[in-house]
């Protein structure tokens, strides 16, 4: 079953990337077209995050990682560096697991 799924996975992936690349010019020229493709990495990286963030197995809670998203996207909307960013955030998760 294993296998099954991971070669219908492999031959969803050619075909979608085949697709892609048998779409005429115009298509991909339209401005609607490419806000998606602008968008799309955005929205999967999101959507990572808060996979990551919020769940632990199958079970989905709220922890200290949430408290370390949230100040790490204070300190970004601050303008401090990325790896201030990173640091601060990395500082809350841990004092509040420590806790």
């Not at 922890?63 to 949230?70: E, N, Q, S």
């Amino acid at each position: 079953m294993l296998w099954t799924g991971m070669i219908g996975a492999a031959v969803a992936c050619y075909v979608l990337k085949f697709a892609g690349l048998s779409l005429p010019a115009r298509v991909l020229a339209n401005d609607r077209v490419q806000r998606v493709g602008e968008l799309l990495p955005v929205a999967l990286l999101a959507t990572l995050i808060v996979t990551q963030t919020v769940t632990s197995g199958h079970h989905i809670g709220i922890d200290a990682r949430v408290a370390g998203i949230g100040t790490g996207a204070v300190a970004q909307q601050r303008g401090a560096p990325f790896l201030v960013v990173v640091f601060v955030a990395a500082l809350t998760a841990a004092l509040l697991r420590a806790m």
